[in-house]
T-cell receptor
Framework: EADIYQTPRYLVIGTGKKITLECSQTMGHDKMYWYQQDPGMELHLIHYSYGVNSTEKGDLSSESTVSRIRTEHFPLTLESARPSHTSQYLC??????????????FGSGTRLTVV | RKEVEQDPGPFNVPEGATVAFNCTYSNSASQSFFWYRQDCRKEPKLLMSVYSSGNEDGRFTAQLNRASQYISLLIRDSKLSDSATYLCVVTSNTGNQFYFGTGTSLTVIP
């Protein structure tokens, strides 16, 4: 049973549209992350947060933004979608206290297609 | 230099075979180590943590060699259901950042 939820599961959208990918977790984890992964390729960290009102950019240059107003919620927004944004977006969370033993928990992902 | 290096494979092995994956990491102060499994078009899922003393979970054995900065995963008696991509994960010295390898693809053949 998933404790971290991503919506929508699939999204097809036109170029130039603004979209928000939702991620929520019920585990009370302080740390949350967004990764981008193309099929058969490696994960790329695009944003992360260590707690409320804390957000940082990851290794992959991204035209997206994130917010962390509540512990459980970490939405990702693309202001103007482009075909190059077509990818799978994975949200993850971890607990500062438990990360050493339990690592990350991932959501099921959002598969985004921009046409 | 990448934080984590893995042989991408693919590894194609017959059912019942034993297969081993290795992974090297660059930061000698890395705090924690994991193996994740990712099925096609699914999210990664934690397979097992890796401890300095080595640890075993059924057919899976993980080893950590801090001196040589590599971790390994051994799968004995391979099953068809073991077919997946296996990701090596290493944390930063603070444990705050997780670094994922590119993954090693395994296909177990009947």
């Amino acid at each position: 049973e998933a404790d971290i939820y991503q919506t929508p599961r699939y999204l097809v959208i036109g170029t130039g549209k603004k979209i928000t990918l939702e991620c929520s977790q019920t585990m009370g984890h302080d740390k949350m992350y967004w990764y981008q992964q193309d099929p058969g390729m490696e994960l790329h960290l695009i944003h992360y947060s260590y707690g409320v009102n804390s957000t940082e950019k990851g290794d992959l240059s991204s035209e997206s933004t994130v917010s962390r107003i509540r512990t459980e919620h970490f939405p990702l927004t693309l202001e103007s979608a482009r075909p190059s944004h077509t990818s799978q977006y994975l949200c993850a969370s971890s607990s500062h206290l438990a990360a050493a033993n339990y690592g990350y928990t991932f959501g099921s992902g959002t598969r985004l297609t921009v046409v | 230099r990448k934080e984590v290096e893995q042989d991408p494979g693919p590894f194609n092995v017959p059912e019942g075979a034993t297969v081993a994956f290795n992974c090297t990491y660059s930061n000698s102060a890395s705090q924690s180590f994991f193996w994740y499994r990712q099925d096609c078009r699914k999210e990664p899922k934690l397979l097992m943590s890796v401890y300095s003393s080595g640890n075993e979970d059924g057919r899976f054995t993980a080893q950590l060699n801090r001196a040589s900065q590599y971790i390994s995963l051994l799968i004995r008696d391979s099953k068809l259901s073991d077919s997946a991509t296996y990701l090596c994960v290493v944390t930063s010295n603070t444990g705050n950042q997780f670094y994922f390898g590119t993954g090693t693809s395994l296909t177990v053949i009947p």
